[in-house]
Each structure stands twice: as C-alpha cells, then as structure tokens.
C-alpha cells in the first residue's frame, strides 16, 4: 500500500519537473525525487541500494547541480513551440516498453527466473564462503569484485575528464566541481 | 492477461512511465541542465525497475541473521549499487561539461548555442 502512495508520488515529482522553468526549483525536485525512491527501495528490501541513492543521489548530484546553476544561469528559456515529436516518440517507445511488461514475472513472484538462477548459491553459501553477514557486501566485495574494481576506474576517468574540462582555464573560481567527486 | 494481473504490473508501469517522463524531458528541453535532470530521472527509474524485479513478497533484506528466513534477491542491489556511483560520475561529467560550455559561448540554450556556432561558421544569422 505504500508502495503505491510512493510510486504515485513519484509520478508526480517527475511531472512537476517537466512543467517547472525556475531551474533551482527543479533542482530541489530532483532532490525529493531521489529521496522518494530511496524510500521505495527500503521498502522493496533494498536498504544497500536505499542508503546510497539517499546520499549520492539526493544529497551530492543536488549539490553539484546547485554549483553548476551558480555559474551559469537560474531560469529555463520558454520555448517558442509545443514539442509535438518528442510526445510521438516517448509515446510509441512507452507503449512498446509497456507490451514488453506483460510477459514479466508478476511483481514478488517468488518463482520468478531472477530468483532461480545465481542468487540462491549466494544466499546459502557466502555465510561460509565469504563470512559477512550482509549478502549485498560479500557479492560486491568477493563474488563480483572485478565489477567494482570496474567502478572505481569510471570514477577515476570521470575524475580526470572533469579536471581537465574545468582545471586550467583560470578567471571564475570552480573548485565546487572538483572535490564533490569522491561520491 | 486478466485484470488480476495489474497490481503485479502496476510497479513495471509506474517505473515505465518515470522512464518515458525522463526520456521527453531529454528529447524536449532546450536547457543543458534541465536535460541532465531528464537523465538523473530516466536513471533512478531504471533502478526503481531493477529492485523490483529482485523483490520476493514477504522475503526480508539479504542480510544473515542466522534464523531461516526468505531473502530478496541480492544480486540486484549489487549492480544498482555500482549503477549508482556510475551514475553520479557521468551526471558530474555532464554538468562540467554544462560549465564549460556555459563559458564559451555565454548561454546554456540548445538553440542559442546552434545560432552562435552557425555565426560562428558562416559569418551571419542563419536564413530558413
């Protein structure tokens, strides 16, 4: 039942969006946006996934989109003429998406092919195997460490790639950028 | 499918429609940043799709108490967890890019950006 109150408040957040011009207030929307899905995924038992989203995703992208307003510009141009073709677009590519849905597993489903495949020999051996409680860390950490190893060279090139966009270029003060990068 | 099949899709489609709301705001505004806000919805929805596909009803958190219990399938979180960092880095990408931008040419506008360059190329305002 919260689980549809939460939803349909975050079909809502996601339609102000589209309707706000005023960039910061879109920016503060982004914010709750990220926060109510943190709360969905606490409730979908994902507390890992729900702690990070909370605190990349509502609390350092806000930030880095706070700086980035700062140096540039506050409000959204109006447009001259109503989008008709992106309408046409997202609207074939939703419906196609929405066709696609209906061969899915019903949601909770516990015989789902999801839950049948890897996950189990996860659940039962990493208690012995690797000895963290916490399934989620003994995957990312162990079972599939070369994914996060992965993470981590992203993180570095989009380190660099940022230094060297803002880095360099003198005049206006930028170290915002930079050092928030750590996320 | 039946009507009794909707309250097991109703997540799916919720999430779709976040999806496509991102996708307009992308393909639709003009504005750099309100694109990249665009991008950050389209990507949380994509994460809102996987951890439901990874929920058992009545299973609990994957974390090992010692008693038996149902867990949710964890290995979802793992990649949504490093979908996430993914995430922030080419979001903070993106926006210095926004910057940099912004200081070559004054505007974050699509079209105001077209014009300059257009100027820029041919030595006046473009003619339709």
């Given amino acids: 039942m919260i689980n549809i109150v939460l939803l349909t408040f975050l079909a809502l957040t996601a339609l102000a969006i589209v309707r706000l011009r005023h960039l910061f207030a879109v920016v503060m929307l982004t914010g709750v946006y990220s926060l109510l899905s943190a709360g969905l995924f606490v409730l979908l038992d994902a507390v890992d996934v729900a702690f990070t989203e909370a605190a990349v995703g509502a609390g350092i992208s806000t930030v880095l989109m706070l700086g980035t307003l700062a140096l540039t510009s506050r409000r959204e141009k109006v447009p001259g003429r109503t989008p008709l073709l992106p309408l046409i677009v997202v609207m074939i590519t939703g419906a196609a998406l929405l066709y696609g849905t209906l061969d899915m597993p019903r949601f909770g489903d516990p015989d789902a092919p999801i839950h049948r495949h890897v996950a189990p020999r996860y659940i039962q051996k990493s208690g012995t195997e690797v000895g963290v409680p916490n399934i989620v860390t003994s995957v990312l950490a162990s079972y599939r460490g070369f994914d996060t190893l992965g993470e981590v060279t992203v993180i570095f090139t989009a380190g660099i790639g940022i230094l060297l966009l803002l880095g360099g270029t003198g005049g206006r003060r930028r170290k915002d950028e930079e050092t928030e990068e750590e996320g | ?128």
């Fill in chain 2, 1 to 128: 499918m039946t009507l009794a099949d909707i309250p097991g899709l109703y997540n799916y489609w919720v999430v779709i429609l976040l999806m496509m709301v991102g996708l307009y705001i992308v393909v639709s505004r003009g504005n750099l940043v309100k694109k990249i806000v665009g991008l950050v919805v389209f990507q949380t929805s994509v994460f809102l799709l996987y951890i439901s596909m990874g929920k058992i009803i009545g299973g609990t958190a994957p974390i090992l108490t010692g008693r038996p219990e149902i867990f949710s399938n964890p290995l979802p979180h793992v990649l949504i967890l490093t979908a996430i960092v993914v995430g922030i880095s080419t979001t903070a990408l993106g926006l210095a890019l926004v910057v940099r931008i912004g200081d070559a040419y004054g505007t974050i506008e699509e079209d105001e950006i077209a014009k300059a360059d257009h100027e820029a190329e041919f030595g006046g305002p473009e003619t339709p």
